[in-house]
């Protein structure tokens, strides 16, 4: 663990980021959004629908939980002009863009922020915060997949 925080990033001076709320990363190339099984249940109880019928309507099994449907031109079907779960919305989507695939390099990150305007913008994220973030993430893939 300490050699993963004592060791020197792009980002060792932090990264400021704020969502702006655009949704272009709800859109676009398909992509996986997987929902494990305790967050289906805040989710449903969040927009009030029971959790069967709000499996059918918005989810697909995916692993051991589930992956949010698509439409077919790749946008989640939670979003509606805005993300209509934001405040429950899955892990996957709250750690966003702070993922290991996009921060294990440069090259990777700066596309990432080509895409993406809330980076750049925003409080600072320090190192060790954003490397506790994919921490906490890779923790929660092995226990939830
Ligand atoms: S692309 Fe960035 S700024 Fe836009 S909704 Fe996604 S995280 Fe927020």
Redo the contacts with the bound molecule.
């Keep these: 663990m300490n050699k993963l925080y004592n060791r020197s990033y792009f980002f060792d001076q932090g990264i400021h ?10 859109m676009g190339e398909p992509g996986i959004v997987y929902v494990t099984e305790n967050e289906v249940a805040k989710i449903a109880k969040y927009l009030s629908k029971q959790v069967s019928s709000f499996i059918e309507t918005y989810l697909l099994p995916f692993k051991v939980g589930y992956r949010i449907k698509e439409h077919a031109d790749g946008r989640c079907f939670f979003y509606k002009n805005e ?1 209509v779960i934001y405040p429950v919305r899955p892990r996957q ?1 709250a750690t ?2 702070f993922w290991f695939e996009n921060i294990r390099s440069p090259k990777k990150w700066r596309r990432v922020a080509d ?5 750049g913008r925003g409080p600072l994220y320090s190192k060790e915060k954003i490397l506790k973030i994919i921490n906490s993430t890779i923790e929660y893939v092995v226990k939830n997949t």
């Design positions: 980021f704020e969502c702006q709320l655009c949704g272009l990363c709800c993300c989507c966003f863009p895409e993406c305007p809330g980076i």
